[in-house]
Structures are given as C-alpha cells and as structure tokens.
C-alpha cells in the first residue's frame, strides 16, 4: 500500500508540475533566450543609419521601428545627395523620393514617386500600418501623406540645385558607379526576438528621365524579408535589380541553403550572365534569422556598415569586377 500511495503521489506531483509550466508559459512567464541585434546597411550612410537603429533595438525595441529610425537619419541630411533631403533632382529640377518598409510578418508598404516629404520611409510605413494597400505612387502618395500629417516642404537644397543647374550645360545623362560612395540606402535588422525587418529609400538617379522610378520602393526588387529564411536588400542601377527582381532571388537562394554571402553572389551572376551591366554597379546585402550576413557587387567600390556587439564598422564587399 505505501508503494501505491507514492506511486499516486508520484503521478500527481508531475501532473501539478505540468500543469505549472503549461500556465507560465501561456502567461509569458518563461525567460526566452534573446537574440544578439544586428544590423546591417549599404554605403558610409550606414554608420549614423546603424547607430539609431541600434539604439532602438539595444532598448528591446523592434526591427521594423529600428529600420525606420535608421532610414530616416539618412533621409534627413543634406548631405546625402542621393536620399530624401537634398537628394539630386531629376532633369526638369524636382527631388522625387521612392522607399519601401517590410516587417517579419510579410507586411510591406512603399511610395514611388513622392514630392515634398522628407520622409518617404515614414509613410511607406503608414501604407503597410493603415491601408490594405502596398504601394501609393506620386500625387496620391502625397496627398496621403499630407492627410497623415506629414509636413509638405522643399527638399531642394541649395547645393543640389546648383549641381543640377551645372549638369545642364550639357545634359550628358550617364549613371555613374560609386559616385562619392552614396546611392540608395538600404538597412536590414535583427531584434532581440529574432525578428528581422528591412528598410530602403532613395532619391533615385540623379537627372533620371521625370516619372522614373527604380528598384528601392518594389518588394522584392531593392528589399525582401522572409522571417524564417532570411532578408536581403540592393543599391545600385535599380533597372538591372527590377528585371531579376535580386532581393526576392537572394531570399530564395538562402530558402534553396545557400549563405547569405553565396546568394548575393549568385544574385549578382545573374546579372552578368541575363544583362548588360557595362560601367553599371549593383550591390546585394543579406542576413539570414541568425545574424549571419553576406555582401556582393558587380563593380568593385561597394562598401556596407555592419553593427552587432555593440560595434559599427565598415566592410569593403567583394565584387565580380576587381
């Protein structure tokens, strides 16, 4: 009988215990492991870009608002002529802005073709948040913008307006590779959760064709993110980016078990064996659910700014052209 009673105790103890860590963990009770944040961003704009996502995502902030954050420093200086404010015109004198958000759930919002907003990523975010749609485009992207409380102003700067008034003694158009190391930014982050999500933006090529509009504000051409596989994220000619549509294929590399470093390269191959990429530069820069990242370009000269452990460095990416 005293065996069969602690055996009978034995049952209902482990029952209760059970039962217990049933009830904690449907309660959040459970400590979770957390991730080591990293993130990940194209050009020497990545630096500052880093630095403000990181500290939203050092404070256990998400990857999505640590991305817009990020975006946006950039966004906001003058001094980079290929993003948001003071950003290089298109030919007739306008600055439009392209931007596109994607969060670890499949979320994705995007405006093309934006005037008078310093910041586009800002409201690509408010079309994933408060819309069923993905994508506004020119003057309705403005108008709900203006709707949202966004600030209507001129992202002219002095120095841009002068650089486009010396272009056009000649109106020679020609894309250049690198040009004072600044293109389209594009940032990926890992939170504490081990989610990821990614930001790009831009103010496109400088004195492109009025209307145009390249691969930064197109899910799956200049950003993609899968939660369970993995993000990637371009710079460059945004042409040769929308015809292979790189980031979806580098996601899809990673799904297929390459690295994040082999699938921006097979993204990059693709182009040289599809396109012709002639004095053209394109850049892929990806990180899988574990932090791991990768980087490659078509022309020598890209770099990208990597921050994890508390560090922020920059990184010469490898390249089909040496």
């Known amino acids: 009988m005293a065996k069969s009673k602690s055996r009978r105790d034995f049952i209902k103890s482990t029952a209760l215990l059970a039962s217990a860590s049933i009830l904690s963990t449907e309660a959040g009770c459970q400590d979770p492991q957390l991730t080591q944040p990293v993130v990940i961003s194209t050009w020497n704009h990545g630096i500052p870009a880093n630095a403000a996502a990181?500290?939203?995502?050092?404070?256990?902030?998400?990857?999505?608002?640590?991305?817009?954050?990020?975006?946006?420093?950039?966004?906001?200086?003058?001094?980079s002529m290929s993003v948001g404010y003071g950003g290089l015109p298109d030919r007739d004198g306008n600055v439009t802005l392209d931007a596109c958000i994607m969060d670890h759930t499949g979320n994705a919002g995007a405006v093309c073709f934006l005037q008078h907003i310093m910041h586009p990523i800002?409201?690509?975010?408010?079309?994933?948040?408060?819309?069923?749609?993905?994508?506004?485009?020119?003057?309705?992207?403005?108008?709900?913008?203006?709707?949202?409380?966004f600030a209507k102003?001129?992202?002219?700067?002095?120095?841009?307006?002068?650089?486009?008034?010396?272009?056009?003694?000649?109106?020679?158009?020609?894309?250049?590779?690198?040009?004072?190391?600044?293109?389209?930014?594009?940032?990926?982050?890992?939170?504490?959760?081990?989610?990821?999500?990614?930001?790009?933006?831009?103010?496109?090529?400088?004195?492109?064709?009025?209307?145009?509009?390249?691969?930064?504000?197109?899910?799956?051409?200049?950003?993609?993110?899968?939660?369970?596989?993995?993000?990637?994220?371009?710079?460059?000619?945004?042409?040769?980016?929308?015809?292979?549509l790189g980031s979806f294929l580098v996601v899809e590399l990673m799904r297929q078990g390459a690295s994040p470093q082999e699938a921006c390269k097979e993204a990059v191959m693709r182009i040289v064996r599809k396109l012709d990429y002639k004095d053209l530069q394109v850049g892929y820069l990806a990180m899988d659910p574990k932090g791991n990242h990768g980087a490659y370009s078509l022309q020598k000269g890209f770099n990208y700014a990597l921050m994890k452990q508390g560090e922020n460095q920059m990184y010469d990416a490898e390249s089909y052209i040496l």
């Open 153 to 244: 102003q001129n992202l002219l700067t002095d120095k841009a307006k002068q650089a486009w008034k010396d272009w056009q003694k000649t109106s020679n158009y020609k894309p250049l590779i690198n040009a004072e190391n600044h293109d389209t930014i594009g940032l990926l982050a890992l939170d504490t959760k081990g989610n990821l999500s990614g930001a790009c933006t831009t103010s496109g090529l400088a004195y492109k064709m009025h209307g145009r509009v390249g691969d930064s504000p197109i899910i799956g051409a200049g950003l993609y993110v899968d939660n369970e596989v993995g993000g990637a994220t371009a710079t460059g000619m945004g042409e040769l980016m929308m015809k292979t």
């Open 122 to 149: 800002a409201v690509a975010r408010k079309v994933m948040d408060d819309t069923p749609h993905v994508m506004l485009a020119g003057e309705g992207a403005l108008r709900f913008a203006l709707d949202k409380g």
């Open 54 to 79: 990181w500290e939203t995502l050092s404070k256990g902030g998400s990857a999505i608002d640590a991305v817009e954050a990020g975006v946006k420093v950039v966004e906001a200086d003058p001094e």
